[in-house]
């Protein structure tokens, strides 16, 4: 078995010459290994024996083993044994690198399914700590291991920026057809700094909510351009109404999202988080809703306990949505493992344009908040979920400037909008207001006319 293996290592090595594709990507394992297979051979590698292929079980990476077992460290840092829905990583151009920080800058770091870059020491393989600066590697033995010095990283000089594609004869990155905005290099793998970056809307009412709390509110969402979503195949949109009720209160949002990868996935949602302070908790009203720990999965914001909402509605380009947030009881009550909470209730509903019938999101019952407190925030925001490179496709959505019903005094006095990063490279986003609408754009075709971390007054 022994030289079996040793052979099976030596013919990786000369596979991994051919040409192919050229960008580093993660296949599934089919029980063969891919000719362009990245491997941990290098010159510091010293024989044949040591080079086994690089490969990956969700998010944790490792190597390959001689039984088709792919052995893995996550940012855990715990060792896993996979023997299936692993995959393994192959390109014909991807080199090991010894590590320096300046390579964390550089386009074409190779990184897991996420955005953390994978590392090797010797014919160990893992996940590179950046804070630290260390590499954090699972080898033949049992334990999982830390390396400060002489470790390597892997980098695809193929890789192309901003969904360009390679071109072998002048060694290149060609940018698509229509591309000619400022970034086209960006960094090829999704990151912070190349994802198409959330907007923001921000309307001042008149008396300002802070003074004079709204109890009734509503708003629109049009699906303008979407279609792009569809052929991309991943992620989605969310776009969402950002409210906190009085001074002190709880706070969250309340919205609609559409998937790319399948539209029977879209929803709406509508989600408030537990007071800070621990003074006022939420509790669900509504078989739609139940207690939730709030993006507890986002490694930027930790989340925290409050309630989450969801009506599973496909929804198409074209499409127009009327959402209603108000409250329907000053006083209701929750019980609970013997114990019973009483508050204000408050309900989310969506109409579509053309149908008569309102669909109620989801009702949430806001504990021992006082009866005079309302709504003392009323925003918006439009985000892209997950990492969605800049560029990946075109998406338009129109979202019609909210109506404060209760107190019916209350008029919209202003509307401004607001890009988040300063520092990023992905320039294709724009604000625009057109009527009683303002309008997000993303995408190829799109030029700002705010900048970067820059607000724009409609």
């Given at each position: 078995?022994k030289?079996?293996?040793m052979?099976f290592f030596?013919?990786?090595?000369?596979?991994i010459?051919s040409?192919?594709?050229?960008?580093?990507?993660?296949?599934?394992?089919?029980?063969?290994?891919?000719?362009?297979?990245?491997?941990?051979?290098s010159?510091?590698t010293?024989?044949?024996?040591?080079?086994?292929p690089?490969?990956?079980?969700?998010?944790?990476?490792?190597?390959?083993g001689?039984?088709?077992?792919?052995?893995?460290?996550?940012q855990?840092?715990?060792?896993?044994?996979?023997?299936?829905?692993?995959?393994?990583?192959?390109?014909?151009?991807?080199?090991w690198t010894?590590?320096?920080?300046?390579?964390?800058e550089?386009?074409?770091?190779?990184?897991?399914?996420?955005?953390t870059?994978?590392?090797r020491?010797?014919?160990?393989?893992?996940?590179l700590d950046?804070?630290?600066?260390?590499c954090?590697?699972?080898?033949?033995?049992?334990?999982?291991?830390?390396?400060?010095?002489?470790?390597?990283?892997?980098?695809?000089?193929?890789?192309?920026q901003?969904?360009?594609?390679?071109?072998?004869?002048?060694?290149?990155?060609?940018?698509?057809?229509?591309?000619?905005?400022?970034?086209?290099?960006?960094?090829?793998a999704?990151n912070?700094?190349?994802?198409?970056?959330?907007?923001?809307?921000?309307?001042?009412?008149?008396?300002?909510?802070?003074?004079?709390n709204?109890?009734?509110?509503?708003a629109?969402?049009?699906?303008?351009?979407?279609?792009?979503?569809d052929?991309?195949?991943?992620?989605?949109?969310?776009?969402a109404?950002?409210?906190k009720m009085?001074?002190?209160g709880p706070?969250?949002?309340?919205?609609?999202?559409i998937?790319?990868?399948n539209s029977?996935?879209?929803?709406?949602?509508?989600?408030?988080?537990?007071?800070?302070?621990?003074n006022?908790?939420v509790?669900p009203?509504?078989?739609?809703?139940?207690?939730?720990?709030?993006?507890?999965?986002?490694?930027?914001n930790?989340?925290?306990?409050?309630?989450?909402?969801?009506?599973d509605?496909?929804?198409?380009?074209?499409?127009?949505?009327?959402?209603?947030?108000?409250?329907?009881?000053e006083?209701?009550?929750?019980?609970?493992?013997?114990?019973?909470?009483?508050?204000?209730v408050?309900?989310?509903?969506?109409?579509?344009?053309?149908?008569?019938?309102?669909?109620?999101?989801?009702?949430?019952l806001?504990?021992?908040?006082?009866?005079?407190?309302?709504?003392?925030?009323?925003?918006?925001?439009?985000?892209?979920?997950?990492?969605?490179?800049?560029?990946?496709?075109y998406?338009k959505?129109?979202?019609?400037?909210?109506?404060?019903?209760?107190?019916?005094?209350?008029a919209?006095?202003?509307?401004?909008g607001?890009?988040?990063?300063?520092d990023c490279s992905?320039?294709?986003?724009?604000?625009?207001?057109?009527?009683?609408s303002?309008?997000?754009?993303?995408?190829?075709g799109?030029?700002?006319?705010?900048?970067m971390?820059?607000?724009?007054?409609?």
């Open positions: 078995m030289y079996i293996w052979f030596v013919a990786v090595s000369v596979l010459s040409t192919g594709s050229n960008a580093a990507e993660w296949v599934e394992y089919d029980g063969a290994v891919p000719e362009d297979a990245v491997t941990t051979y010159e510091d010293a024989s044949a024996k040591r080079q086994v690089v490969c990956r079980y969700g998010t944790s990476v490792g190597f390959l001689g039984r088709g077992v792919c052995n893995t460290v996550g855990d840092l715990k060792r896993e044994r996979h023997e299936e829905d692993f995959y393994v990583l192959v390109s014909s151009a991807a080199k010894l590590f320096s920080s300046d390579l964390l550089k386009p074409g770091l190779t990184t897991n399914s996420e955005t870059p994978i590392c020491y010797r014919r160990t393989v893992g996940l950046i804070d630290q600066g260390v954090n590697t699972v080898g033949m033995g049992k334990k999982v291991k830390q390396r400060a010095n002489d470790f390597y990283v892997l980098i695809d000089p193929s890789a192309c901003n969904a360009g594609i390679f071109n072998t004869e002048s060694e290149t990155c060609d940018c698509y057809s229509g591309y000619d905005g400022d970034n086209c290099e960006n960094e090829a999704c912070q700094s190349n994802k198409q970056k959330s907007m923001y809307v921000n309307y001042d009412f008149d008396p300002p909510l802070k003074e004079s709204a109890f009734d509110v509503s629109e969402i049009t699906w303008t351009d979407i279609n792009g979503i052929e991309y195949g991943k992620n989605g949109i969310y776009e109404y950002t409210i009085g001074k002190n706070g969250g949002y309340f919205g609609a999202q998937k790319g990868k029977n996935e879209d929803m709406l949602l509508f989600s408030i988080w537990d007071a800070k302070d621990g006022s908790m509790w009203m509504h078989g739609n809703c139940k207690r939730n720990c709030n993006d507890c999965g986002s490694a930027k930790p989340g925290g306990t409050g309630v989450k909402c969801s009506y509605l496909p929804m198409d380009e074209g499409e127009r949505y009327t959402m209603r947030i108000q409250r329907t009881a006083q209701g009550t929750y019980t609970a493992e013997a114990e019973t909470y009483t508050g204000p408050w309900q989310v509903t969506a109409v579509a344009e053309g149908s008569d019938d309102e669909i109620i999101v989801g009702e949430i806001f504990q021992d908040l006082d009866a005079d407190t309302g709504l003392s925030k009323f925003n918006g925001f439009h985000e892209h979920l997950g990492c969605t490179r800049c560029a990946s496709f998406a959505v129109g979202r019609k400037d909210p109506v404060v019903q209760v107190p019916a005094a209350t919209l006095a202003g509307v401004s607001k890009h988040t990063c300063a992905c320039d294709k986003y724009n604000m625009t207001r057109q009527g009683d303002i309008f997000f754009e993303t995408g190829p799109t030029e700002p006319d705010f900048p971390g820059g607000t724009i007054e409609f």
